[in-house]
């Protein structure tokens, strides 16, 4: 690979996360957004037209390229293993959204290909876990492990969204625990890498199509990690008051804690009230916009280097696995004992 010039970068999926991606993609310094692969070509010409880059229908026009050097994969998620398998099999690296498929038995025969195709060559392969590279989040984490609040004991994860995702989209999105908490899994093994048991609830409160789906609109989730830690997740699909973003770490010797964010830190006095303050930032696009930036970032410096991507393949099979420790344990009723579904040697 030629270091004198960007890396040649393709994006699969023109959509809202799409968006995001290509903006950053020819923003970096380091990269080139080339081409736009969507079989909804308007959406990937309308795209392209902004970024300077080729629209394409098809992921053979893209792999066809021989100066390919990475692919970012925002298409939907029943392309993932096929986009993935394709690129390391070429040697071209790969970020990838979550989840890697809502089959674990299909993703685990996607790691086994990989494995094979990667032996020796270690072609980077980045799982797209956002919020590990948000600086509020990262900062608590690298601070818990250098032991600045002692022994973790327990971690509390507030996610809720500003309102539910059209019901065109939970149809087909997995269920809550595979979409929306699997962010939150992942941001628990950040801090508790080896969890052993799953408990969850789940409830209908206020969404008549997410109950029609068979799905929950809220639920909450505990964690034990092997060393005793407890991990509490708590997840809505609405929030009257915004995107609802907080994470605290309580440890032997203290806390740490990361707040939601504002557009600003001025408040407001008055005799109405005190400690007025913005609304929070709407929703995932504005409020993990630097963690998005950080983690292509990363991303390229792996591909400079040649190292391994964290979070990389077996961390989004982790999570899935949980995920679905999860939906099982809230529709049964009962704690679920996880055994790791792959001997972690992080792809």
């Given amino acids: 690979m030629s270091t004198d010039r960007p890396l040649k ?8 996360i799409g968006q995001v991606h290509a903006r950053n993609i020819a923003a970096h310094p380091d990269l080139e957004l080339a081409w736009i692969a969507d079989p909804f070509i308007e959406g990937a010409r309308t795209l392209a037209a902004g970024t300077g880059a080729v ?14 050097d990475a692919v970012v994969i925002g298409s939907p998620t029943s392309t993932h293993v096929d986009l993935i398998s394709r690129a390391l099999a070429q040697g071209v690296a790969a970020l990838c959204e979550k989840p890697i498929d809502l089959d674990i038995e299909r ?18 392969l980045m799982l797209g876990f956002n919020r590990r590279f948000d600086p509020h989040f990262a900062v608590i984490q690298s601070r818990v492990a250098a032991g600045e609040i002692g022994r973790l004991e327990q971690l509390t ?19 809550i625990f595979r979409d929306m908490s699997i962010h939150d899994l992942d941001m628990a093994r950040f801090f508790v890498p080896d969890i052993i048991e799953v408990s969850a609830t789940g409830a209908n409160m206020f969404c008549d ?19 005793g830690e407890l991990v509490t997740i708590t997840n809505s ?17 203290g806390m740490l804690s990361a707040g939601n964010v504002t557009p600003t830190t001025v408040r407001k006095y008055g005799a109405a009230g005190t400690e007025e303050a913005d609304a929070y930032l709407p929703f995932f696009l504005e409020r993990y916009a630097e963690a998005y930036r950080n983690e292509l ?18 961390d989004g099979l982790q999570a899935l696995a949980l995920a679905n420790a999860a939906e099982e344990s ?18």
Avoid at 9 to 16: C, D, E, T
Avoid at 210 to 227: H, N, Q
């Fill in 55 to 68: 629209a394409v229908e098809s992921a053979d026009e893209v792999f066809a390229n021989g100066d390919l």
């Fill in 237 to 253: 699909r609405h929030s009257a008051y915004g995107y609802d973003q907080r994470l605290e770490a309580f440890g032997s010797e």
């Fill in 209 to 227: 199509y997410i109950e029609e789906a068979g799905d929950f609109d809220s639920v909450v989730i505990t964690l034990r990690g092997r060393d």
């Fill in 9 to 16: 970068v393709a994006l699969f999926g023109s959509g809202r």
């Fill in 107 to 124: 993703a685990l025969a996607c790691r086994n290909t990989i494995e094979g195709i990667n032996a020796g060559i270690n072609t980077p």
């Fill in 157 to 175: 994860i507030i996610s809720r969204d500003p309102a539910p995702a059209p019901a065109a989209y939970i149809a087909t999105s997995g269920g």
């Fill in 330 to 347: 809230a529709r049964s009723g009962r704690a679920v004992r996880i055994e790791n579904p792959v001997k972690i040697g992080q792809l």
């Fill in 297 to 314: 970032d990363s991303f390229a410096k792996a591909i400079r280097s040649g190292t391994a991507c964290s979070p990389g393949f077996d």
